[in-house]
């Protein structure tokens, strides 16, 4: 599903205009959205029964350049994770 067929199934489930739907998606989902606003904020979003975003440090590290293989040097960053909740993983496997 990509994010036009997001926003076409919550206007239908939710009963939204489209652009309604569009509004929502953005507001979390979107680069100035609220997940990574809190995210920015080095705070975490739970969801409970969903799961939970929160940003990790990468330390600086030595990779390679692919084309040649001289050592490059890394910046350390932060990037965004994910963690299902226990709701999401039932709803995945059913049957345990």
Known sequence: MNKA???DAL???ASLAK???AKAVDALFGDRGIIA???RADRKVQITGFGTFQARARAARTGRNPQTGAPIKIA???Q?????????KDALNPSR
């Open 76 to 78: 350390a960053s932060s």
């Open 19 to 21: 652009t309604d739907a």
């Open 37 to 39: 606003r809190e995210l």
């Open 80 to 88: 965004p994770a994910f963690k299902a909740g226990q709701g999401l």
């Open 5 to 7: 067929e997001l926003i």
């Open 11 to 13: 206007a239908a489930d």
